[in-house]
């Protein structure tokens, strides 16, 4: 077994290599002049079994790509297998078609990396549990609940709600209130008539420390304004958590001074220090990836981890 | 252009093709005495595009099976087209993997339809947007929202609220009431402890009218247990509204004598006199479907019909 | 290794397990209110070679719609390779295109088995030995002919025939002759004119036991309009013999009063006591499905068990 | 359309073209010093549908290795759709595997076919029709049966008798002989014991004169020896039927001394001049290829010329 | 017909079209906040065979991904036919595995193209024409020469001599000096021991106009130190020519200073106002492109633009 | 590990199995009297590593079909994998579309080899690096180069130049004469107006030894030609290398004659006895494949032959 990262994911690599107790493999990775990126493998990979991690960050699509080189290069060196670990997966949420004439891009992704020779994909919190069937490969699809779950327990607020900040985010948030104990309520924003968009909080808050629950936050102005509605329904605080903290542009500006007691995320999605706030928490996913790729790679049960 | 209809769907292929003034298919399709099922094109469909309509209604698996066979057959017939018109998507339900070695049917359904030939689906509200990715050939999804919109604005019911029956209907149930103009609703349904499940309204119903809204019924007691806790929470009736009536089982009686007004539903599903009771009201999906083949087959964009 | 069987093959799975000495695998499988098939592997086959015991049998396409549901989830669990023994191959007699419009179901089936991710099948007397040749996976083509081989030489029948039923079984039936070293004669039916059909007997068969050889035997009327004319052009008595027991609807009283001395067939097709009558013979198929199951998982030969 | 011709099969060509009242397309095909097979169309066949006739003839595997160069060249210019029209089949006899470890060749050659962007075949009298079934796209399977037919009753025949040479031909020879109203036998040949091996017939000839039908005839000694068993059996006179006149090595020299009243064959393999002699007619199957393409072409039946 | 084109090919598309007579198709492609692509399509596209004009610059792999995205929107949008029209072909230098454990992302990206959707493309001045190889879809590959060979034509030199600035062009260079009827010479550069790197002319230059040709510049670096050498070697002036004027980095400024003539490009790279002078000459491909596409439309030869 | 060789490489696979202190598998192919070829794995082979070494070698169809032929036995005796080791690639000579309506058959070779099960591949000196890329499955490609570079040494040639016979190879010869410490030039062949060709060396040869340097050399008038215009230019003496000899038709007399001191190949394509005279030197190539296969076997690097 070895394990190679890509280049937005070379710390999180190490992270998971340390907890494995194996070194990351190596690899050569850069961009020529004229941007085209160039990849080699520097270490053998005959017959062994080898892990891909990589994440979807800016630049996205050199992240992607890169991926793709990075497998072709393995499958003709003879690798084994190929499984490609995922934290944040490529374009998760463009997973259908809401408007006319546009792709269906986490599709695209999952054929283009089975076109470039990949065996087996592990991922965490897709958007749509659904996308796992945009695959016939075998895919884990793991979550950070469990990782939520402990950190949110371990600080002991008193009779909280999860609030969902869109209706789409209403089944998963459920699911976490259900683990926690805790009731649920939503946030319903709409066009009324011809006029601005109303947002109103479904379900009761008064009273209560919300935390906000979602798979990911990117530029952050859905639970700014969740936060801000829940507080006026009177919670009495308000919490952010979500797995994947994409934190685009002036997201992390723009939500330090947000009314967020705390904004939880992993490292999916890396966060450089010059993104991070005081109220910005980062957990760790490596732990969870590592003990997976342990078991996929000692045939024992991935499932066993979550249900 | 010629329409086939499998052997559950007869109906329904018999009022498109009236909707669009030709005559049905003629195919031969029957059980030998071993339970196999003998399909024969009765037509020259050389060079033909061919549209053939299969819903997935008990026997489930015989009516998949069949429309495998058909398509094996006009395919080997030199069809130049072959659309599988799927009014209910067979296993719609079987989308993801939420335990742990279940198979995600939905998906396999979609690669045995390429398999045995199809080159495009049209279908209908299927539960997860996300399905549509399951194939990459064309694959329109049309929704029953604008027959709903249209039934119900005819009904002129005062200030109705919209309620998703469990947390996974939030998103689609929100869709449709702000096409409507009505506030949302939903119900969360929970174990508490290890005590028995609670069923709570989330949001506010007292004293307006409530129209349960999902995309599929099956057995009932969802519905039956949301409309109850509705009218206890205030609610001054409730009204049921799913595109598709699976009714399996004992759901017709049981349903009719629950505490719903009516219960509205089309024949994406097709409901036989027996199933059928006084507060059932079925609403004809022809229309929609037909349109939909005429503007494939005429090169017209599809997707105005909703945008 | 593990071995899993479907819904209609529980006994025949038990019987090889017992043959090799090992418990049967656990799955999960049923029907929900909606028809629809259910199915969840019940224990870790990641990088586990599994065996998939499945017949065709009624209802026939349920039994083939599950096999596909159980391969899918085998290979999203990981396992290593997945082998669908199917003692009585589903819809094997369409295998041929005789008539217009039609599919060749037979060829859909192989690759609806491929697309689920069968690596490898093992089946039992096909009508056609072409029909291995719809497959490029490794098909393990087995034939129950020394097992009945056996059961007639113990018999003792002096000097008896080998009687084809029809045109198409001539080329089998000659090879059974070969093997036990007696002559061959074959039934031709046919419409002269525009009159009803003349069954003749071509060849030599006054005086000697005949024994009507198949692959399958289904409602039962051509072999007993073999045997009435068998025994009017002078034979002394008159057994059946063919694989596949497949005995649809009325067959089993039907041929309790043929003039049939016996009709021994295998289990490939389960025959229930209900169907079972003084005059059927049932050769357990189990020992050499085992054998071959045990020889394809320690790399050792299968065709030396036939040639 | 466009219709291009083999090697082999250039004179066949010609006669389907004239049928058709269409020159034959220009390709240049020859062969380097080095063997290799060069192959120019030397017309613009963008967006036409291309038809390729090429033949199963000695050198059999560059007549293979040709058509599938061909294809590639016609699909890398652009034909819109390319028809393999094969009077006979490459490998057609090789289509199961009846010994260990064989190719089944039939059905790769079906695979290379499709691999050099074939998308429909056409073929004449498959050893087997289960063949057909070795591909998935449209398949047109004719027979000579009827050119056959109309030579026999014209030659005016007092009461003959169909004669299959060997078991395996029986199906095929009673499908005939019911076509043309007269009885049916076959010959059996086995080996007894350690012994030699015994011919035998099975059914009446006494006094008749007898047809030998089978689809193919390759060195003749089947047939020569079936004649002899026919003749010393009390048959009057024997004639030979059958579509592919391979007529290998010394064979035409051997069954021009043979007791054969006639052999009659088609072209579906080129008999040259030096293997014709005074008791073999040859006959043309070009009027029902040149047919079957213009229904094609035209979208009519194809099988209406048969059933 | 329509014809859309990628962000790095607005102008060019836009030149297309001109030399067609038609509009640029509408399509709206954007990056969201996080980096992710969106692509809609604008116009109805059933039924339309579609041309996407999309070249390789950077961001290269946006480029790339974009044009994916468009091909997936485009299939789900049920054009007929989907043609990437590629003036400089993504990663076209990545053709072959020179050293260990690298991909072949020329390859790679022809199977993503694939997968993605495409049925033909249209290409220019591949760095080996080996690359159509890596389709096996219609592959039109157009090349530039025409234009430089009427450009140089004009320009009027004295007994000019084609020198390819390395060992790798020097093929395509000798086909360019045979059809304007000029010598051929070659830069060979080579590591001498364990010392620099010495570069030489093979060929006769002396008192003669050099052209340098090549089918792309990049960094300009091969180039200018081929210019000093032939300079040096007597030759009277430098010109270049090549296919793509890639020209990244510090390119524009090195080669303005360098001692070349000038320097002829085509626009299949777009070259922005920025990063021209006064010695580059940049001549249009747009006729060409159009002419081809033209002809693909229409059903006649491309080929014949060439040979 | 199993290693199998076809009928034109039965020595060369004999000389490998030695290196690797192996007997080489049985197998029985032949051809029937009609001429098609017929083949058996003698040896059981499930889940056994295969390597099947077939050459390019008159008749070249027959060995390209054969080993086709052997592979779909391979596999379907469920060998766990295959291995093709083509010393001289079949048609790797069309590895491009220089001309209209042309196969690109090197491109088709590979995809007949991966239709027929091959999983990889290993080959020697390819005509362009770029047919690499004809696939995606694992190919080594492996190169004489290092064979020829040691003979020469150990010759001792004073000052020698390497001299490509066309530009076409120029590549090539610059990267040997790099290896070896020489300087490179290389003939030029073209149509000078309408006149006859013209044949000039480009670069400096007078006085030194040179060696003419290609992949292959097949008629040899190319080297003749060339090793003339060599002596007029005042080259001392010449010789030839090339991998692949070829040597097709009249070559050997013909080149026995020419003013070549050696000509140097190696044994990829077997040169029988009769096509040996005394200039002519044949290197082994089996302890180079020998190697690679032991390395592949052992999952070491290949690469680390030849970087």
């Known amino acids: 077994m070895k394990i190679f990262g890509g280049r937005p994911t070379k710390e999180l690599t190490q992270d998971i290599c340390r907890c494995l107790g194996i070194p990351p493999g190596q690899a050569d990775i850069f961009k020529f002049p004229n941007d085209n990126t160039f990849v080699q493998i520097q270490e053998n990979v005959r017959n062994v079994d080898v892990y891909v991690v990589q994440t979807s960050a800016p630049p996205v699509d050199e992240a992607l790509v890169e991926l793709l080189l990075v497998m072709d290069a393995l499958r003709r060196a003879s690798a084994r297998s190929i499984t490609a670990v995922l934290p944040y997966y490529p374009y998760v949420r463009s997973d259908k078609k809401d408007q006319p004439r546009v792709p269906i891009t986490a599709r695209l992704v ?55 900040p869109d209706p789409g985010a209403v089944k998963r948030a459920q699911r976490f209130s259900e683990k926690i104990g805790a009731p649920i309520a939503f946030i319903d924003k709409r066009r009324l008539g011809s006029e601005v968009r109303a ?70 999605v890396p966060v450089p220090p010059e993104k991070r706030w005081p109220g910005l928490v980062v957990l760790s996913i490596a732990p969870l990836l590592a003990e997976c790729i342990k078991r996929i790679q000692e045939g024992q049960s991935v499932s066993a981890l979550f249900f």
Chains 1, 2, 3, 4, 5, 6 share one sequence.
């Open 110 to 164: 999952a054929d283009l990396l089975v076109t470039a020779g990949v065996n087996r994909i592990v991922t965490v919190d897709l958007t749509a549990d659904q996308v796992q069937g945009f695959f016939t490969i075998p895919a884990d699809h793991l979550t950070a609940q469990p990782v939520f779950a402990r950190y949110f327990q371990e600080k002991g607020l008193v009779d909280p709600v999860i609030v969902a």
């Open 199 to 268: 947002t109103t909080v479904i379900g009761e808050v008064r009273d209560k420390p919300a935390i906000l629950f979602d798979e990911e936050i990117d530029q952050g102005s859905t639970f700014v304004r969740a936060a801000e509605v829940l507080l006026a329904n009177g919670a009495t605080e308000v919490f952010g958590a979500c797995t994947h903290g994409v934190l685009s542009g002036a997201a992390p500006g723009y939500l330090s001074r947000a009314p967020l007691q705390e904004l939880v995320v992993t490292d999916t």
